[in-house]
């Protein structure tokens, strides 16, 4: 589907979208969105856009400023947290967005309706002065500046994310856990290859070095770029975090299983001088045969003696295990 629109000071006209031409040619500021595949050609015909311009959008290129002879090309891409069936699935979803804006006019290729653009597209619309007021290169900061905000919120499930496998954590070890936090570095690293070549792209247009950003556009492109810049911050800090919560979870296990291998081995210690007592008394002596082979066997209150000789032992050692702190 191919929306246009002309705007100026004075208000905004909406055009068909097979009328490019008269929408290309009529006064004031266009701005022709695309969102099916099908058509960017059509659209990149109508414009003068090199096809290579378009072929980035289709093979969803990293993000980047490319600078042609009659317009100024900004791919970027909308990040979102798509959520999956189990605990803690959920995976980065980008889709690409391609903005191309010359002296007068603006073209933005999505292979679908995406909410940041459409958001900018309804406003001017509605008749917003300042996007009326501004150019072409103006509208594509709101566009890109409404992107750019998007990373925040998903940077905030991330965190509350990493938040609720903390408080897991502490509660005890749970095998879910692991999974969760390889996960959250997986979205990391996926959203960090999004973030990185978009603040490049975005210092690019920061700096005014396409011919199309104007002078007074410039501080708008450098708030953009200052967001991205805490932005890579905030993903480097949320790794951080993120390993530090593995080394947390896996220092709870190990903590976790050595308190079982302590009880496991305060219980064999335990057993082992009884066993020896039983392992003494199973041995097969006939004490008819001689009076040094058990003796005990014959006496009437043998078998008492050896079982509180037994549990007396048992309980000397639980007493020394508890002075000395291992139980």
Known sequence: MISALVYDDGGVTNYAGDDLTDARNAAGTTWVHATDETEFDRVA????IHPLT??????DTRPKTEMYDNYTFVMVRVATLRTGDQTFEEEVLTRPVGLCFGDDWLVTLTRRELTPVSQVWNAVESGEARL?????????????DRIVDDYFDLLDEVGAEIETIEDIIFDGPDP????????VRRDLLSFRKTVWPTREAAGVLSRGDPDHVRD????????????????????????DLARGARDIYLNTLSQ????VMKTLTVVATIILP??????VYGMNFDPAASVFNMPELGWAYGYVATMLGMALVSVILLV????ENWL
Request: no cysteine; glycine share 4%.
């Open 320 to 323: 020394y295990f508890r002075q």
């Open 256 to 259: 976790s299983t050595n308190e």
């Open 274 to 279: 009884l066993t020896l007592v039983v392992g």
């Open 54 to 59: 378009v072929e980035d959008v289709r093979n």
């Open 132 to 144: 009326l007021r501004f150019g072409p290169d103006f509208v594509a900061y709101r566009v890109i």
């Open 216 to 239: 007074v556009t410039e501080k708008y492109y450098r708030n953009v770029y200052d967001h991205l810049v805490e932005l890579v911050d905030l993903t480097e800090t949320y790794r």
């Open 176 to 183: 879910a856990v692991l999974e969760g936090l390889n996960a």
């Open 45 to 48: 015909a109508a414009f003068d």
